[in-house]
């Protein structure tokens, strides 16, 4: 949504953003977004007879709040037209962990929650340095949190993006694939997968329901097409990005009700970055070079979702 990003004119400085080579300088000088004070007119105050504009986002912050699903300081934020622009916000969510291992790997006997927590580090590392978003995870080390957890995490920060990595087990299967949201699996090894990854909240000992999506459905569905529209682009995106570096498991976008995707307001896909059951991926995944280059393609995959 560009359109955040709209200043009134002649009201604001962005300083010299053009001449400005490297991106991190552009975040800095883009974050220090302040009035234009001008020596004549001086700092100019609020006009409180301004009409405050909903943009789409923040109409859907109010639906849901009205829903009775939307965390408070969401509803603050759409009241309140935008003045500052800061860079979107992408919630990068490395699966399990803590007493969740995951899957673990036939071969060598990775532990999943090791695997997605590296590559997530290593993906919010490069994200960082590309300079084009901001970046937050639901995790940095070894602690278990629940599915319903990791979702509320991504929606009270209102991130653009939730991109949760993972690297299960599919018997007989290689290869990297993309998971959006769906009631009803794909197919069978999708719905296998969904089925094992609801399961960790039981494996952490914890018990706390995904976001209702029964409520969601019957009052926000205009804010759930958009959503859906939006996951679907991220992860067409992130297929074409990921088909450059890795091997990918055929039919690679598939569909399942993965509870972690279940924010009604957020974007959000799963990336399998490849599967702990097969020796090849695994032998893959646990070195730095292999996590590096598939941290580089769903960079590249934000990034052209984040552009357009
Ligand atoms: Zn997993």
Redesign the pocket.
């Given at each position: 949504m560009r359109r955040r990003r709209r200043v009134p004119p002649g009201r604001y400085t962005i300083g010299s953003v053009a001449r400005r080579r490297n991106r991190s300088d552009w975040r800095t000088t883009y974050g220090s977004l302040a009035p234009y004070d001008s020596p004549r007119r001086g700092t100019p105050k609020p006009d409180k007879r301004a009409p405050v504009t909903l943009h789409r986002r923040q109409f859907a912050a109010l639906i849901l709040a009205i829903a009775g699903i939307a965390p408070e300081e969401a509803l603050a934020q759409g009241r309140r037209p935008a003045r500052r622009a800061p860079l979107p916000l992408v919630v990068l969510d490395a699966?399990?962990g803590g007493r969740d291992p995951?899957?673990i790997g036939t071969a060598r006997r990775t532990r999943?929650k090791i695997i997605?927590l590296a590559a997530t580090l290593e993906l919010k590392r490069q994200l960082e340095r590309g300079g084009r978003c901001r970046v937050a995870v639901t995790r940095s080390r070894d602690v278990f949190v629940s599915l319903g957890r990791r979702v509320d995490f991504a929606r009270q920060r209102q991130a653009k993006l939730f991109v949760s990595l993972?690297?299960?087990s599919a018997p007989g299967a290689r290869g990297a694939s993309v998971y959006t949201l769906n009631d009803r699996a794909s197919d069978a090894l999708s719905a296998n997968?969904a089925r094992?990854?609801n399961d960790?909240d039981r494996a952490g000992g914890l018990n706390i329901p995904p976001v209702s999506l029964e409520v969601a459905r019957i009052l926000i569905s205009l804010v759930q097409a958009e959503t859906r529209a939006g996951s679907d682009r991220m992860a067409r995106l992130t297929v074409d990005s990921l088909g450059d570096a890795v091997p990918l498991l055929p039919n690679t976008h598939r569909q399942a009700g993965f509870a972690v995707l279940k924010a009604p307001d957020i974007p959000s896909v799963l990336v399998?970055m490849g599967f702990l059951s097969d020796a090849r991926d695994e032998a893959a995944l646990r070195r730095p070079d292999h996590r590096a280059k598939v941290a580089q393609a769903l960079a590249r995959g934000i990034h052209a979702f984040l552009a357009a």
């Open positions: 699966g399990h995951g899957t999943e997605t993972h690297a299960d997968l094992r990854e960790a399998e």
